[in-house]
T-cell receptor, first 112, second 112 residues
Framework: NAGVMQNPRHLVRRRGQEARLRCSPMKGHSHVYWYRQLPEEGLKFMVYLQKENIIDESGMPKERFSAEFPKEGPSILRIQQVVRGDSAAYFC??????????FGPGTRLLVL | QKEVEQDPGPLSVPEGAIVSLNCTYSNSAFQYFMWYRQYSRKGPELLMYTYSSGNKEDGRFTAQVDKSSKYISLFIRDSQPSDSATYLCAMCARSGNTPLVFGKGTRLSVIA
């Protein structure tokens, strides 16, 4: 049973470009969470999705960030017009119907 | 006051030592507690999960929860160099799928 998969593992963008981060949950998991980890900081919740629905986006910045989890395919975290402050590790976690969350390897975004 | 406080360390111990890692929290609604291990440049790995006050043991790891003091601990017995990692405490308020609130993590080095 493959774990949570994220790609790309590393992403370099120039200021103003768009970043798309993909997450495929573990088989049988229909709940996906996105977290951001800044240097020397803990993980901060961004958004929680189920298939085709955003359940909780209280941690998402109001502008430039969006997320989706379509019926078919991976969950996507999209960052438009990236700025240097968006440089961070972005982690996806998936869960069955429980409190336990299983994390992917992360995508490290560097904005030049 | 942050919701979850965790001493960032770094903590350096000799091989074979007993390690104690701790978190305090301010939100009395937190009921479910986890410990994650994160190796450098990797995703967090779930180590322990507990929801009741008291101790839970799994091999060399013991998770302890004291809800009256809002204090949780992770003990590692017979520590090994392979235990060198950052340890993150995480917690949430209700059962089922819900975002986790993380501590900043404690960096542990076990010296052979």
């Amino acid at each position: 049973n493959a774990g949570v998969m994220q790609n790309p593992r590393h992403l370099v963008r120039r200021r103003g470009q768009e970043a798309r981060l993909r997450c495929s949950p573990m088989k049988g998991h229909s709940h996906v969470y996105w977290y951001r980890q800044l240097p020397e900081e803990g993980l901060k919740f961004m958004v929680y999705l189920q298939k085709e629905n955003i359940i909780d986006e209280s941690g998402m910045p109001k502008e430039r960030f969006s997320a989706e989890f379509p019926k078919e395919g991976p969950s996507i975290l999209r960052i438009q017009q990236v700025v240097r402050g968006d440089s961070a590790a972005y982690f996806c976690a998936s869960s069955p119907s429980s409190e336990t969350q299983y994390f992917g390897p992360g995508t490290r975004l560097l904005v030049l | 006051q942050k919701e979850v406080e965790q001493d960032p360390g770094p903590l350096s111990v000799p091989e074979g030592a007993i390690v104690s890692l701790n978190c305090t929290y301010s939100n009395s609604a937190f009921q479910y507690f986890m410990w994650y291990r994160q190796y450098s440049r990797k995703g967090p790995e779930l180590l322990m999960y507990t929801y009741s006050s008291g101790n839970k043991e799994d091999g060399r790891f013991t998770a302890q929860v004291d809800k009256s003091s809002k204090y949780i601990s992770l003990f590692i017995r017979d520590s090994q160099p392979s235990d060198s990692a950052t340890y993150l405490c995480a917690m949430c308020a209700r059962s089922g799928n819900t975002p986790l609130v993380f501590g900043k993590g404690t960096r542990l080095s076990v010296i052979a």
